[in-house]
Every structure is written in structure tokens, then in C-alpha cells.
């Protein structure tokens, strides 16, 4: 069989006619307008879809791509806000525990000025029993610091605040406070507007309504709701007239010689963290000892 022949077109006369045939097209379209509009209108309905399609998906991995960055730009943006909301959180916290500190700072210097004529060492509370009501703390001051078994113990709270226990223990650098709210603790008192001799007794479970019992006031005893209780000036260990608490109710007990009730103490037992201790010890030489 024969090999067939070939013809071999130059590639430049193939782009001299090209050339030529897009010459004639120009000139023609120049001379007639309406020449090759078919052409244009068909080139046209495939091109202009083609393109808008392009141009659609082109607009969307370029919104898509804005997107992105808009929302590394919100990311690192809101990192930093969190950072800064969280250092003005923590400023916020410091200035209000030292507002708070302040206020009970103020607090414990009208509590020293009301009884001036007593010297005092103010102690901090750094050992407690939250749940009992600080009925035995410790604080951060001892013998070191002149502290002495049975000096009285008084706080801040309402109408400048009272008395809080007294110190049953003393270490080198600490000692131990049995509060008033004990229910091993019973204080000598009366009422401060007429001197009737009363006991305040400790009771853990009334303190968690914020009471305490008030007994062995005299059936004649005139009292009423509301009345300030003290210490009396014949308690063996309390000081006179350091301030308890006042009257909530009062009645005529079983054996209608005495009257009992409750009162409310002046001091916040549950949130003590600072104390005076006043140094003056009270020695009558009576043998029946409060606790």
C-alpha cells in the first residue's frame, strides 16, 4: 500500500491568511455595521453568561477571602477585649476588698476611740470555723505582743460595735478567743438605762438567727425592745460598759420571779477579721468564774 501524500501548509502563510481574513472582517464591519452581527450576537450569548458565571464566583472567594480576614481581625480584637475586661475585673476585685478593708479599718478606729480610756492591741483574725460563727478563733498577736489570758476582746459592727469574747490561750505570736456566742460562754450584763444585772448566754444555734439569750433578769426589771445591753460592773472577768447588744423580746418566765428574751448582738461574728484586744485585765477576787 501506498503511503499517502501529505500537503504541508507553511505556518506562515497560515498566518498571512489569518491575518488577511481578519483584515477583510475589520474592513467589512467598518464599512457594514450589521456584517457579522450574527456572529457577535452568538459569540456574545455564550461569552456574557460565561463571563457573568466568572465574575460571580470571582466575587464570591473574594467576599469569602474579605469574610476571613474581617474575622481574624474580630478574633484578635475581641482576645484583646477579653484581656482587657479581665485585668479591669481584677483591678475591680482589688479595689473593692480595699474599699472593704478600708471601711472596716474605719470602723475599728471609731470602735478604739469609743473606749479611749482603754489601751488596746489590734489583731487580725487568721484561724476560724466559718460554719460555727467564729465561736473560737485565732489571731496573729501573743505574749510577744503583751496578749495575757482574760483580756477582753471587742469588734466593729453596729453603732460602732462591742464586745466579741475574751482570750482563754496564749502562744508566743498568737491566741486563742472564745466569742461570746459560745455556748460555753455566759456574761455578766445589765441594762444600760437602769442598771438591772441580767446574764447574756451564748447559744450557737440562736446565733444563726442572730440572737442570744438574755435570762436571770429580775421580774421587777423594767426592760423593752430595744434596750442596750452591757457589761456589768460586777462580771468578774468583762470590763464594765463595753456594749453587747440590744433587746429583741423579753418575757415573764415560768416561775414569775425572772424575766428572759434575746438580744441581738452589736458584732457581725460570722465576717470577723479584725479585733481590738483590750490590755486591762479585770480581777474582783469573787471565786465563781464567766467563762
Partial sequence: MKNRSHVRIPAKIILILLTVVCLVCVVMSI????????ARNTAASV????????NTVG??????????????????????????????NEEISSLIQERDELTRYRQLLDLDGSYADYTKIAACVISGDPSNWNDVFVIDK?????????MNVIGAGENGGGLVGIVYYVGKNYAKVRSIVND??????????????????GDLKLINDNQLNLIQLDQAAEVKE?????????SNKFLPNLLIGYVTDIETDANQLTQSGHIRPVVDFKHLNEVLVITQLKYTGNEEEEK
Fill in 31 to 38: 464599512a457594514n455595521p450589521s456584517f457579522g452581527s450574527g
Fill in 47 to 54: 461569552i456574557v453568561p460565561m463571563q457573568r458565571g466568572l
Fill in 59 to 88: 466575587s464570591f472567594f473574594t467576599t469569602k477571602a474579605k469574610d476571613r480576614q474581617k474575622l481574624r481581625e474580630l478574633q484578635k480584637e475581641n482576645k484583646e477585649l477579653t484581656e482587657q475586661l479581665n485585668s479591669l
Fill in 142 to 150: 501573743g505574749s510577744d505582743d503583751g496578749i495575757a489570758v482574760d
Fill in 184 to 201: 460555753d460562754s455566759n456574761v455578766s450584763a445589765m441594762i444600760a438605762g437602769n442598771s438591772e444585772k441580767c446574764i447574756v448566754d
Fill in 226 to 234: 430595744g434596750d442596750m445591753i452591757v457589761t456589768s460592773n460586777i
